[in-house]
């Protein structure tokens, strides 16, 4: 008895870190839209998206959303090092996409600054939306900072 209740201690639980990549990467492709809403290369008003940017806006939505597709990628990396740096970088753009995407539908829904901006609803429902996966994305990127962690600590 004794030697299969060491035998059980001794397994390691099975590792999630694939299912919690797919769901800390789910964000991504909604990441880019909301980056050329928040760099103003679209606007939206009631008549819904309008494109509105010049070069550089274009630019900066390009970097945001370069940057982010390769925070993306780093969870890939063989080096745990960089894998843990790049989560808590992509938790870091998470959270701030999660503010642009609430601002962004609070600032709407009211009308904007002057009261004329109104969006649809589909944009409304639209950003939530967005606000809440980037939440699901933040869980997952932090559980998978525990489960690298945890491998860490028992393979060091």
């Known amino acids: 008895?004794?030697?299969?209740?060491?035998?059980l201690?001794?397994?390691?639980?099975?590792?999630?870190?694939?299912?919690?990549?797919?769901l800390a990467a789910s964000p991504l492709?909604?990441?880019v839209p909301l980056w050329a809403l928040w760099r103003d290369v679209y606007m939206l008003d009631a008549e819904g998206l309008q494109r509105v940017g010049?070069?550089?806006?274009?630019?900066?939505?390009a970097l945001l959303s370069l940057a982010s597709t390769a925070l993306v990628a780093s969870f890939w990396v063989a080096?745990?090092?960089?894998?843990?740096?790049?989560?808590?970088?992509?938790?870091?753009?998470?959270?701030?996409?999660?503010?642009?995407?609430?601002?962004l539908g609070v600032m709407h829904g009211f009308g904007g600054p002057a009261g004329n901006l109104g969006a649809p609803a589909w944009a409304l429902v639209a950003l939530?939306?967005?606000?809440?996966?980037c939440v699901a994305g933040l869980l997952a990127t932090a559980a998978l900072i525990v489960e690298d962690v945890r491998a860490g600590e028992e393979a060091g």
């Open 9 to 22: 201690e001794a397994q390691a639980p099975p590792s999630r870190r694939g299912l919690w990549r797919l």
């Open 79 to 103: 080096d745990r090092s960089i894998r843990v740096l790049g989560y808590t970088l992509h938790a870091l753009l998470l959270s701030v996409a999660f503010g642009v995407a609430g601002v």
């Open 54 to 61: 010049g070069v550089k806006a274009i630019a900066e939505w």
């Open 128 to 133: 939530s939306l967005v606000a809440a996966i």
């Open 1 to 7: 008895m004794a030697g299969q209740g060491e035998t």
């Open 29 to 31: 492709p909604l990441l």
